[in-house]
């Protein structure tokens, strides 16, 4: 992997999502959600921004049944807001009713790098609750240098190829060269393919893009729903634009106070928490392929495994042979939802009999590789905005060498590879925009921040922090496994959260679901 930034959305909505990702196409003949037609009802922050705030999206044909698409435009350089345009792909469907409706929801699944039109097409516009549905036009944006919107490129297919399988706990000097290597391509390759971009797009820069999406759709406030690293895209809207916040949810919350390290750090002990929760129920079954004795037993045998597929790499179903960097991949892509723990038991069981083909799947589908070895730019765009927010967590490999015992703490079956990991925006071309700091967002409306206690990507203790910093945080917590909690099953999650997108009625602050 090459961030341990990646912050993605359940395993299930992935794979909804992954069902339906179509473009726009043309035509017109699909009906207009109702409601403000121009967005002159929402006030213009900055006069050289007004022919952005202005402009009206012309909606046409998606392909998708019920849903529109549009083109949304964007100064590249908020600085020079002439210099040039991105466009950004939207889409919507609309409001079901009955009720009155309430105006438009965005929705963002995470990563960054996620691709929220196809998320709102797979499972949000259709997926999310009837009440909510009922109520909102349903929106997305795939932001800045993502999916439809002018995405981040960096690496050809078999280039990736390549790279996925670079090993990531480097034994020698030699290891750790080829490692380093592969990142200093990575970056390079994004460089030449995107060069253009690559230096505008951050989270705050997306985040205006939504306060422009806002306006043109006739809001007079955002009312939106982030996941996983959504959490900080609407948190950082919130620190922008506290006046026009309206309803909020941020689940499965990031922190914004800590830096590259600690976020890497707390997220290599959130993956050992969820493959502990995991080999808690393996052991208890007879057929676990980590053994039945205790948990610490099975993350020994984990480990144990990772260290024979590394000097060993197991035969799979294609050329790829599977050694321990997917293999790893593999495992923590089935840490995101507890229902991914089946496929995860039988793909080690088989891969324990020395045949890889199960975890190959599962990291192909983490990395979002096609049957025909083409990539989405998932990855790409992830590096590019994680690269770009943040100061990198490494300056180079004798860092995390100093680092490796504090993440191997954090994880021993996890912790060195992600130090590794972690060393990538150490060669990034274009320098940080953002520090870390604490988001208070003063004056906004109430915010709800939902945190779930055994959560893997984005610890529970990210939820807390983020609910206490924000003026008016109320913090929501589900006590289960898995990443993030709205539409994953818990009726107590979501009508709290129901109640507060349809009423403007916020749980009350610490409220705990099972």
Same mark, same amino acid.
């Given at each position: 992997?090459?961030?341990?930034?990646?912050?993605?959305?359940?395993?299930?909505?992935?794979?909804?999502?992954?069902?339906?990702?179509?473009?726009?196409?043309?035509?017109?003949?699909?009906?207009?959600?109702?409601?403000?037609?121009?967005?002159?009802?929402?006030?213009?922050?900055?006069?050289?921004?007004?022919?952005?705030?202005?402009?009206?999206?012309?909606?046409?044909?998606?392909?998708?049944?019920?849903?529109?698409?549009?083109?949304?435009?964007?100064?590249?350089?908020?600085?020079?807001?002439?210099?040039?345009? !991105?466009?950004?792909?939207?889409?919507?469907?609309?409001?079901?009713?009955?009720?009155?409706?309430? /105006?438009?929801?965005?929705?963002?699944?995470?990563?960054?790098?996620?691709?929220? $039109?196809?998320?709102?097409?797979?499972?949000?516009?259709?997926?999310?609750?009837?009440?909510?549905?009922?109520?909102?036009?349903? $929106?997305?944006?795939?932001?800045?240098?993502?999916?439809?919107?002018?995405?981040?490129?960096?690496?050809?297919?078999?280039?990736?190829?390549?790279?996925?399988?670079?090993? &990531?706990?480097?034994?020698?000097?030699?290891?750790?060269?080829?490692?380093?290597?592969?990142?200093?391509?990575?970056?390079?390759?994004?460089?030449?393919?995107?060069?253009?971009?690559?230096?505008?797009?951050?989270?705050?820069?997306?985040?205006?893009?939504?306060?422009?999406?806002?306006?043109?759709?006739?809001?007079?406030?955002?009312?939106?729903?982030?996941?996983?690293?959504?959490?900080?895209? /609407?948190?950082?809207?919130?620190?922008?634009?506290?006046?026009?916040?309206?309803?909020?949810?941020?689940?499965?919350?990031?922190?914004?106070?800590?830096?590259?390290?600690?976020?890497?750090?707390? &997220?290599?002990?959130?993956?050992?928490?969820?493959?502990?929760?995991?080999?808690?129920?393996?052991?208890?079954?007879?057929?676990?392929?980590?053994?039945?004795?205790?948990?610490?037993?099975?993350?020994?045998?984990?480990?144990?495994?990772?260290?024979?597929?590394?000097?060993?790499?197991?035969?799979?179903?294609?050329?790829?042979?599977?050694?321990?960097?997917?293999?790893?991949?593999?495992?923590?892509?089935?840490?995101?939802?507890?229902?991914?723990?089946?496929?995860?038991?039988?793909?080690?069981?088989?891969?324990?009999?020395?045949?890889?083909?199960?975890?190959?799947?599962?990291?192909?589908?983490?990395?979002?590789?096609?049957?025909?070895?083409?990539?989405?730019?998932?990855?790409?765009?992830?590096?590019?905005?994680?690269?770009?927010?943040?100061?990198?967590?490494?300056?180079?490999?004798?860092?995390?060498?100093?680092?490796?015992?504090?993440?191997?703490?954090?994880?021993?079956?996890?912790?060195?590879?992600?130090?590794?990991?972690?060393?990538?925006?150490?060669?990034?071309?274009?320098?940080?925009? /953002?520090?870390?700091?604490?988001?208070?967002?003063?004056?906004?409306?109430?915010?709800?921040?939902?945190?779930?206690?055994?959560?893997?990507?984005?610890?529970?203790?990210?939820?807390?922090?983020?609910?206490? &910093?924000?003026?008016?945080?109320?913090?929501?917590?589900?006590?289960?496994? /898995?990443?993030?909690?709205?539409?994953?099953?818990?009726?107590? !999650?979501?009508?709290?959260?129901?109640?507060?997108?349809?009423?403007?009625?916020?749980?009350?602050?610490?409220?705990?679901?099972?």
């Amino acid at each position: 992997m090459d961030s341990r930034r990646l912050l993605r959305m359940s395993a299930t909505a992935l794979a909804a999502a992954g069902l339906i990702l179509s473009g726009c196409t043309g035509g017109s003949d699909a009906a207009a959600p109702a409601g403000p037609s121009s967005a002159t009802s929402a006030a213009t922050p900055d006069p050289a921004l007004r022919s952005f705030y202005a402009q009206k999206l012309s909606w046409r044909d998606c392909g998708v049944p019920s849903f529109q698409c549009a083109t949304l435009r964007a100064p590249l350089d908020y600085a020079k807001p002439a210099a040039g345009e !991105i466009k950004l792909a939207v889409s919507r469907i609309a409001a079901t009713g009955p009720g009155k409706r309430l /105006g438009s929801l965005l929705a963002n699944p995470g990563g960054p790098g996620g691709s929220a $039109v196809g998320y709102l097409q797979g499972y949000a516009g259709i997926g999310y609750p009837a009440p909510v549905r009922a109520r909102y036009d349903m $929106v997305a944006v795939d932001p800045r240098g993502v999916a439809r919107s002018e995405p981040v490129e960096c690496l050809t297919g078999p280039q990736m190829d390549t790279y996925t399988q670079v090993d &990531q706990t480097p034994d020698d000097t030699t290891e750790t060269t080829t490692l380093t290597t592969s990142f200093k391509g990575f970056a390079a390759g994004c460089a030449k393919r995107s060069g253009a971009v690559l230096p505008h797009v951050s989270t705050v820069e997306t985040a205006r893009d939504m306060d422009i999406l806002r306006a043109v759709l006739g809001d007079q406030k955002l009312n939106y729903v982030g996941a996983s690293y959504g959490t900080f895209l /609407g948190a950082t809207y919130a620190e922008l634009f506290p006046g026009r916040v309206g309803r909020l949810v941020l689940d499965g919350a990031m922190d914004p106070s800590l830096p590259a390290i600690d976020l890497n750090r707390d &997220q290599t002990a959130g993956f050992e928490t969820a493959f502990r929760a995991f080999a808690a129920d393996c052991v208890q079954k007879p057929d676990c392929p980590l053994g039945t004795d205790s948990v610490d037993a099975a993350s020994d045998n984990l480990k144990a495994f990772f260290r024979t597929v590394d000097a060993e790499p197991l035969p799979t179903n294609e050329s790829r042979k599977l050694g321990e960097s997917l293999a790893t991949t593999g495992v923590i892509a089935a840490m995101y939802d507890e229902g991914a723990w089946p496929q995860l038991r039988e793909a080690l069981t088989r891969a324990m009999g020395g045949e890889g083909s199960g975890l190959l799947a599962l990291a192909d589908a983490y990395y979002e590789r096609e049957a025909d070895g083409t990539y989405a730019n998932l990855m790409f765009a992830n590096a590019a905005v994680n690269c770009l927010d943040l100061p990198a967590a490494f300056t180079g490999p004798a860092d995390v060498e100093k680092a490796v015992p504090s993440f191997e703490k954090a994880s021993p079956v996890f912790g060195e590879g992600l130090a590794w990991a972690a060393l990538n925006c150490a060669y990034w071309p274009v320098p940080p925009t /953002g520090n870390p700091h604490r988001i208070t967002a003063e004056g906004a409306a109430p915010i709800v921040v939902v945190g779930t206690t055994r959560d893997p990507a984005t610890p529970y203790k990210w939820a807390r922090s983020l609910a206490d &910093q924000l003026s008016s945080g109320t913090l929501l917590t589900y006590e289960g496994d /898995g990443h993030t909690a709205y539409g994953r099953g818990s009726d107590c !999650i979501d009508s709290a959260i129901n109640t507060y997108l349809l009423a403007g009625t916020p749980p009350k602050d610490g409220k705990r679901c099972t």
